[in-house]
């Protein structure tokens, strides 16, 4: 058991099932592709380098329209689940009396659905949505946040912003998956976990 009043909590495959219910039926029904999230090795590459499955090749900028479209469609089909038992481990960490955060690098034009998809499955467990922008225009990155906030865990599944919060003296916990299993750096503020499950906060 670790002594935590705030924690900082990823959205996009820490909190959220966007690629797997949002972002590949969108590509594989476009592109006639099979990708699967348990394949998907380098979770990067995927979206912001080209890909290639077969013969097809989709162009950076489109991928980056269609991550961001089904986020947005999701307002009406509400197809994108949660992380299984994020739900839990939120409300409980929140009935003790923790605070928690989520904390972004999405679009600026997801700033007005994302609190909402959040505030339908979280309900008032998460007390407030921040976005980093250093994608966007601006300079603020995610590990500025964790700094400025004061954040003493930051939950995520991406290895390169583990790292960097890391170094800020932030213990991250990463969340296994199949794009960081690979990744063979260790931190000391880095502790990976296998799912939400075994988050004791
Ligand atoms: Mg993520």
């Known amino acids: 058991m670790i002594q935590v009043e705030r924690i900082l909590v990823d959205i996009d495959e820490t909190s959220a099932h966007t690629v797997r219910d949002g972002v590949y039926p969108i590509v594989n029904a476009q592109y006639w592709t099979n990708f699967h999230i348990e394949t998907t090795l380098n979770y990067r590459d995927v979206f912001w380098d080209n890909i290639s499955e077969g013969w097809i090749l989709i162009p950076t900028e489109r991928k980056i329209q ?107 916990l990463l969340l296994r998956k199949p794009w960081n299993e690979q990744r063979k750096e260790t931190h000391r503020n880095i502790k990976r976990v296998d799912s939400w499950e075994d988050i004791d906060l």
């Not at 225009?137 to 590990?143: I, N, Q």
Request: proline share 3%.
């Open 66 to 172: 269609i991550f961001n479209e089904a986020i947005l469609q999701d307002r009406w089909k509400n197809h994108i689940q949660p992380i299984e038992w994020s739900v839990e481990t939120i409300r409980g960490f929140h009935e003790w009396g923790g605070d928690v955060w989520m904390l972004t690098a999405r679009h600026p034009i997801l700033k007005e659905y994302t609190p909402e998809w959040i505030r339908h499955h979280y309900g008032d467990t998460v007390s407030r949505v921040l976005f980093s922008n250093c994608y966007h225009g601006g300079k603020r990155t995610k590990s500025d946040i964790c700094r400025e906030e004061n954040a003493q865990i930051m939950i995520e599944d991406d290895m390169d912003y583990a790292l960097e919060i890391a170094r800020e003296k932030v213990l991250v």
